[in-house]
């Protein structure tokens, strides 16, 4: 069935560093691929989308590239920021079918 | 624009009671989803509502319920509580547009089971 593997955490970087977390999907369907992020005592919060291939999503210096050939989302971020402390989940929708996640990530940003 | 709002955001609960969750979706969406998110099991799929209409259901057992009313609110009903119901129970909203819909997230009620 549908399912999204995100690397396995806690990641924990210096602040200003470069962020990477991997994400696959199997590649049923057409999916539309999300980043959420949800920050302690919080919901989630969507972060950023892409609906097809070769889309980019972006949002707040986050980008993810939509890549059909390598079923992958990675989320990245050039600099990050001890407030972007949190966990960071990577979803897959396709069809008449809700959003499956990931197991999520958590990023520790230490000053 | 007012966010999805869910209460209470709290609730304990004893060992084969009954719980009631509820959900108001942002304005203008008709569809809505409940969410398990219980510690190190990440986020379960539990429901789907759509102008009213139960639409999918995820691989839970029949003590969990719910309904979406009119108005698009939503209430998800637990019944005969066990200790393993202790979760967050997050609520999504979206247009119900279809795949490139995204789905926006309330912040959660915290269920605790005694």
């Known amino acids: 069935g549908d399912s999204v593997t995100q690397m396995e955490g806690p990641v924990t970087l210096s602040e200003e560093a470069f962020l990477t977390i991997n994400c696959t999907y199997t590649?049923?369907?057409?999916?539309?691929l999300f980043w959420y992020v949800q920050y302690p005592g919080e919901g989630l919060q969507l972060l950023l989308k892409?609906?097809?291939?070769?889309d980019k999503g972006s949002n707040k210096g986050f980008e993810a590239t939509y890549r059909k050939e390598t079923t992958s989302f990675h989320l990245e971020k050039g600099s990050v920021q001890v407030s972007d402390s949190a966990v960071y989940f990577c979803?897959?929708?396709?069809?008449?079918?809700?959003?499956?996640f990931g197991k999520g990530t958590r990023l520790s940003v230490i000053a | 624009e007012a966010g999805v709002t869910q209460s209470p955001t709290h609730l304990i609960k004893t060992r084969g009671q009954q719980a009631t969750l509820r959900c108001s979706p942002i304005?203008?969406?008709?569809?809505v989803y409940w969410y398990q998110q219980a510690l190190g099991l990440g986020l379960q799929f539990l429901l789907w509502?759509?102008?009213?209409?139960?639409?999918n259901r995820g691989n839970f057992p029949p003590r969990f319920s719910g309904r979406q009313f009119p108005n698009y609110s939503s209430e998800l009903n637990v019944n005969a509580l066990e200790l393993e119901d202790s979760a967050l129970y997050l609520c999504?909203?979206?247009?119900?547009?279809?795949?490139?819909?995204?789905?926006?997230f309330g912040p959660g009620t915290r269920l605790t089971v005694l």
């Open positions: 509502y759509d102008e009213g209409e139960e639409r």
């Open positions: 979803a897959r929708r396709s069809g008449n079918t809700p959003l499956v």
């Open positions: 892409a609906t097809k291939a070769d």
């Open positions: 304005s203008g969406h008709t569809s």
């Open positions: 999504a909203s979206s247009l119900g547009q279809g795949v490139t819909d995204t789905q926006y």
């Open positions: 590649a049923t369907g057409y999916p539309s």
